[in-house]
């Protein structure tokens, strides 16, 4: 079964710095990828995905994700930081069809100002 | 209206009620789904609907029974539900089934069983 996992259910940075969320997952067939963000109180938000093609994705927010098939991986970046990105961000995956998306456990991500 | 909309936002119930929570979709979707997202754990896919057919039963309790109408609907009935069914759900809509498929999620129902 696929299985998504998160480093770090807590990630701290300041205000300008660099956001890096990490996903990695569990699949021998590259699935499709997708990251969402959740804002207090509300639903999930697409911030970008992968489905083939350029492995660098750009989202909204100045967000962008690479994929990578080697280290099975899907980091979330974006160069600086803003108060606004104050969230909790979840990385997902699919695969062809069925589109169960298989969640992780979501990363909450802090702005220090 | 746009998007997914869900009613109500916030839902107190006790052991022994009977309640529904409704979704809509304006997306001109033809799959739905909802989502159970409980504290400290990821989030749960429950049931999935394709042109208003069940494809998907997660292994739910039969305490929850979804009802698709047509394809801009999706209901979740409850009935004498436990304390730890307490969580926030989630409805979603993808243009299909396709994995590559967006699923565009609504606002969810904060639900509270006493």
């Known amino acids: 079964a696929q299985s998504v996992t998160q480093l770090g259910s807590h990630v701290s940075v300041s205000e300008g710095a660099l956001v890096l969320l990490r996903c990695n997952y569990s699949s021998s067939v590259p699935p499709y990828l997708f990251w969402y963000v959740q804002y207090p109180n509300q639903g999930l938000q697409l911030l970008l995905k992968?489905?083939?093609?350029?492995?660098l994705v750009k989202g909204i927010n100045g967000f962008e994700a690479e994929f990578k098939k080697s280290e099975t991986s899907f980091h979330l970046t974006k160069p600086s930081a803003h108060m606004s990105d104050a969230a909790e961000y979840f990385c997902a995956v699919a695969m062809e069809y069925g589109n169960k998306l298989v969640f992780g456990a979501g990363t909450i991500l802090r702005v220090k100002s | 209206e746009t998007g997914v909309t869900q009613t109500p936002r916030h839902l107190v119930m006790g052991m022994t009620n009977k309640k529904s929570l409704k979704c809509e979709q304006h997306l001109g979707h033809n799959a739905m789904y909802w989502y159970k997202q409980s504290a400290k754990k990821p989030l749960e896919l429950m049931f999935v609907y394709s042109l208003e057919e069940r494809v998907e039963n997660n292994s739910v309790p039969s305490r929850f029974s979804p009802e698709c109408p047509n394809s801009s609907h999706l209901f979740l009935h409850l009935h004498t539900l436990q304390p730890e069914d307490s969580a926030l759900y989630l409805c979603?809509?993808?243009?299909?089934?396709?994995?590559?498929?967006?699923?565009?999620f609504g606002p969810g129902t904060r639900l509270t069983v006493l």
């Open positions: 992968y489905t083939t093609g350029a492995t």
């Open positions: 979603a809509s993808s243009l299909g089934l396709a994995g590559a498929d967006t699923q565009y």
